[in-house]
C-alpha cells in the first residue's frame, strides 16, 4: 500500500519538520495540534526553512508553494481521517500519548497504520492501548528532521510484515535512510550514544584527559562531527542522565550507571547550553 497522506499528531519540533520532509517528496500532510497558535507556528516554521533552503540555492520558489500547498494545518482530530498513516508526534509524556493513542484508534478506519515518534515509550506498550497492534510502529526522526538521514523503523512485538515494508517505503520516498529495529530502551542509536556520553564524563571525572582533550580526540580519532561532551551540552546534562536511569532500571545492568559527575553537574543546575553553563560556559 502506497502512503500517499499522512497525518501528523503535534505541530512542534519533529511534527512540523516531518510534515515539511513528506510535503517536499510531494506527499500530503495534515497536521494537528490543539491550539490553531501551535498550528500557525508549526506551519510558519516549515514556510521559514523551506526560505532558507531556496536562500542556499536547495529548493525553488515555484517547489517552496508547491511543498507548502500540500500542508493543511487543523485543531480537529476528524481531519486525519484523509491519512493512510497517522504518526504521533505529540509532546514525550506516557499518559497523553496513551489518551491520543486511544482517541484515533476509535476514529481511524482499521486499515489506517499508526506510528509514533516517541523517543524512549516502548512501542510495544504504546502499540498495546490500541485496537491494530499489528499496524502500529515506531518512526523514530532525528532533529532537524529535514536534514538528518536517518529514521529508525521500530517494530513492536506484534507490528506487521506489511506495516513495516508501508512504512520503510514511505520513508525511502521522503529521501530517508530508514534502518529497523526491535522494540528495545533507546533503540539502536541513543542505546550507544548516551552510555557513550556517560562515559567521557567518567573519564572526565578521573582526570584522565581535560574535557577539550576528551573531545578532540573523538573528534580526530573517530572522525564524530562534535566531541560526547560537547554533545551533552547540546542534548543537556538532565536529559542524559535521565536517559542513562532508565536503562539502569529497564536493563537491571550495572553498566549502565550514571556517573557520579552528571548527576553532581545536574543537581547543581549545570544542564548545557539551555542553562548558560555545562562541561563548557556559553
Ligand atoms: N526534539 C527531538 O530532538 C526529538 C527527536 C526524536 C524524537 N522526539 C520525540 O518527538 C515527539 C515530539 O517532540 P518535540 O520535540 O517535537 O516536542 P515539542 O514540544 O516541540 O512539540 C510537541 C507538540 O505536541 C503538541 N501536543 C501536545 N498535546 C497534544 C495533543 N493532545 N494533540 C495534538 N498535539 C498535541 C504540543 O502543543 C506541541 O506543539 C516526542 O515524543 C519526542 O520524544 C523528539
Not at 150 to 165: F, M, N, P, Q
Not at 213 to 238: F, H, R, V
Request: hydrophobic share 50%.
Amino acid at each position: 500500500m502506497a502512503i500517499q497522506t499522512v497525518g501528523i499528531i503535534g505541530a512542534g519540533t519533529m511534527g512540523n519538520g516531518i510534515a515539511q520532509a513528506c510535503a517536499v517528496a510531494g506527499v500530503k500532510v495534515v497536521m494537528v495540534d490543539i491550539a490553531q497558535a501551535a498550528v500557525d507556528k508549526g506551519l510558519a516554521t516549515v514556510a521559514g526553512s523551506l526560505e532558507r533552503l531556496i536562500k542556499k540555492d536547495k529548493l525553488t520558489a515555484e517547489q517552496k508553494d508547491a511543498a507548502l500547498a500540500l500542508i493543511r494545518g487543523s485543531t480537529n482530530y476528524e481531519d486525519l481521517k484523509a491519512a493512510e498513516l497517522v504518526i504521533e508526534a505529540a509532546t514525550e509524556n506516557h499518559e497523553l500519548k496513551l489518551k491520543i493513542l486511544k482517541q484515533v484508534d476509535a476514529m481511524l478506519a482499521p486499515e489506517v497504520i499508526i506510528a509514533s515518534n516517541t523517543s524512549s515509550i516502548s512501542i510495544t506498550q504504546l502499540a498495546a492501548a490500541t485496537s491494530r497492534a499489528d499496524r502500529f510502529i515506531g518512526m523514530h526522526f532525528f532533529n532537524p528532521v529535514p536534514m538528518m538521514a536517518l529514521v529508525e523503523i521500530i517494530r513492536g512485538y506484534l507490528t506487521s510484515d506489511a506495516t513495516h515494508d508501508a512504512v520503510k517505503a514511505l520513508a525511502v520516498t521522503l529521501g530517508k535512510s530508514p534502518i529497523t529495529v526491535k522494540n528495545a530502551p533507546g533503540f539502536v542509536v541513543n542505546r550507544i550514544l548516551v552510555p557513550m556520553i556517560n562515559e567521557a564524563f567518567f573519564v572526565l571525572a578521573e582526570g584522565i584527559a581535560t574535557a577539550e582533550d576528551i573531545d578532540a580526540g573523538m573528534k580526530l580519532g573517530c572522525n564524530q562531527p562534535i566531541g560526547p561532551l560537547a554533545l551533552a551540552d547540546m542534548i543537556g546534562l538532565d536529559v542524559c542522565l535521565a536517559v542513562m536511569e532508565v536503562y539502569l532500571e529497564q536493563f537491571g545492568d550495572s553498566k549502565y550507571r550514571p556517573c557520579p559527575l552528571l548527576k553532581e553537574m545536574v543537581a547543581a543546575g549545570q544542564l548545557g547550553r539551555k542553562t548558560g553553563r555545562g562541561v563548557y560556559c556559553y
